[in-house]
């Protein structure tokens, strides 16, 4: 299942009511009024034969994703169209553009916030559910190449690529403590670019480029949720199905690690306990289905349906955890 | 039997192979790594690229989400634009291994005072005739040399040799890197034609940013 730019030509713009999306609205409006007098009609995105399309709303290069704002939807990131789209994951339509003057590079969502890193402005900023702006985070971050939160304690893990480290906001922005950088080599950060946290072992997994010009690998750095080094899960020892060099996005669920590497095209997946590849989803290839310069990897706890972004196809390709596109 | 092989034999294949024509590609550039593009084992591309899709690879870095602070894009037009449409890609402007020396050589500029060294920044321009100098490969004009020593009079104060400066050495040639390929354009075409004045010497890149494919 796709959600996205089809590669056929563009057709005569059509809206159409939903009578699910309608009640999913209608629930909305009981619970947030605010977001009943802002709602407009949904409007499905291109989906290809299976649904109606319309191609009014393009994705054009969409980035990272994030579970929210609200139940049953995606945050999106649209990096040369400046603007974070909240989709519902079930029908596939949008449900509201929140424009950017920066380029949104990282998205999370802690209810009721929703995060979006600027790279151009090197901040955070937090919306509310309609889309407005509330609250810039504490500071600068650089350059914010992803974000993660923990629900539990309120968080929220910022990969700053600029600085090499992460840094942990509360989740109304104030700077709590930062990690990753300045430390060794093997410990550290060098070049972040994806970032996730597991709730279960309470760690901070973050990909990070490495520096191959000076023999130091791809790798994905575990930290604890304080900081602390826990593990290393590089290309070394793994199968060469599992050797990867442009690491990006991560999702982590169940005891597996979802590694997104950009340069494959493919969702690697890795056992946390022994850091062994497990299986390989997805495959390198512009057409609908497969991945072209994947960025990120969002696991949907309700389903275990795992949505990944397509930059160069303006995509988000939807896969089941068993392997199979569906 | 033995097979004697005379010692300056030896010497002699050394030699040859090291004065060899510098046709072997080196990464000079000290940011591109061979390693970063380049694999013995994992070459799905051809000359052992990493990667089938040259552009994919450029974009792992240089693109959203990149580690590169340099952003980019393909040079395409937009859906409404008057042009025919077409797509040009990274190495049609770049060579991603060093920056080439351009047609005007080491030299003095006159119009700004300067020593310049005669290469080109940015890795723009490719060796693509014998003259090995800083060439692309036009989409209507053949191949042209290009001159890109700087970025525009707000960066480095300096107009001309950049992206779109007209004839600025008065030789006939129209050799900014914006320049070279435009033959529609409203402005700054590869000849006399259309208009010249256009925010000359400017970098172009402040409105029509390459994160945009250069798309204003």
């Known amino acids: 299942m796709t959600l996205g730019r089809q590669p056929s030509e563009l057709q005569a713009p059509v809206l159409r009511y939903s009578s699910r999306g309608s009640a999913a609205a209608l629930a909305v409006c009981l619970l947030m009024p605010a977001v009943a007098a802002a709602q407009g009609p949904l409007v499905p995105l291109r989906l290809g034969v299976e649904r109606p399309s319309s191609p009014r709303v393009e994705l054009s290069s969409p980035t990272r994703l994030a579970l929210g704002p609200l139940p049953g939807t995606l945050a999106v990131a649209d990096y040369t169209r400046r603007v974070v789209f909240v989709v519902d994951s079930e029908e596939l339509s949008t449900r509201r553009e929140i424009p950017c003057d920066g380029r949104p590079s990282a998205v999370a969502s802690l209810t009721p916030w929703l995060y979006v890193g600027d790279e151009a402005g090197g901040t955070v900023s937090a919306y509310n559910s309609v889309g407005k702006h509330v609250f810039d985070f504490e500071g600068t971050v650089g350059q914010p190449s992803d974000m993660a939160v923990s629900k539990g304690q309120r968080l929220v893990f910022v990969a700053d690529a600029d600085a090499a480290e992460v840094k942990v906001f509360s989740d109304r922005g104030s700077l709590v403590y930062s990690f990753g950088g300045g430390e060794q080599v093997g410990e550290g950060l060098i070049r972040p670019t994806g970032i996730a946290y597991d709730p279960d072992r309470r760690e901070v997994l973050v990909s990070d480029f490495g520096k191959p010009e000076s023999g130091i690998s791809a790798r994905v750095q575990i930290y604890s949720q304080l900081g602390e080094h826990r593990a290393t899960l590089t290309e070394a020892g793994q199968d060469p199905a599992f050797r990867f060099s442009r690491p990006q996005g991560l999702a982590v669920a169940g005891g597996r690690i979802y590694l997104v590497d950009s340069l494959l095209g493919q969702v690697l997946v890795f056992e946390r306990e022994t850091l062994k590849g497990l299986e390989v989803l997805g495959s390198y290839g512009s057409q609908v289905g497969q991945l072209l310069l994947p960025l990120d990897v969002v696991r949907e706890p309700s389903s275990g349906r795992l949505f990944v972004t397509s930059n160069r196809t303006g995509r988000i390709e939807i896969v089941a955890d068993e392997g199979a596109v569906p | ?216």
Request: with cysteine; glycine share 8%.
């Open chain 2, 1 to 216: 039997m033995r097979f004697a092989i005379p010692r300056f034999l030896f010497a002699t294949l050394g030699l040859i192979i090291i004065l060899l024509p510098a046709g072997v590609t080196r990464a000079l550039n000290p940011n591109h790594d061979c390693t970063f593009c380049h694999g013995l084992h994992q070459a799905a591309g051809t000359r052992l690229t990493r990667e089938a899709d040259v552009e994919v690879l450029c974009l792992t870095c240089h693109g959203p989400a990149g580690i590169s602070v340099f952003k980019a894009d393909v040079h395409t037009n937009g859906f409404n634009s008057q042009y025919p449409p077409f797509r040009i890609s990274c190495m049609t402007c770049h060579n991603p291994h060093d920056n080439r020396a351009n047609r005007l050589g080491p030299h003095f500029h006159d119009r700004e005072n300067i020593d310049v060294d005669g290469i080109n920044i940015k890795l723009v321009g490719r060796r693509l005739d014998a003259s090995r100098e800083a060439a692309i490969l036009t989409p209507n004009s053949g191949i042209r040399k290009v001159v890109f020593e700087f970025r525009g009079r707000e960066i480095d104060d300096v107009e001309t040799h950049s992206f779109a400066d007209d004839d600025e050495d008065n030789d006939g040639i129209w050799d900014g890197a914006c320049e070279v390929c435009h033959t529609l354009t409203k402005h700054h075409r590869n000849n006399e034609s259309g208009g010249h004045s256009h925010n000359r010497g400017r970098s172009c890149t402040n409105c029509h940013a390459h994160v945009d494919n250069f798309i204003p």
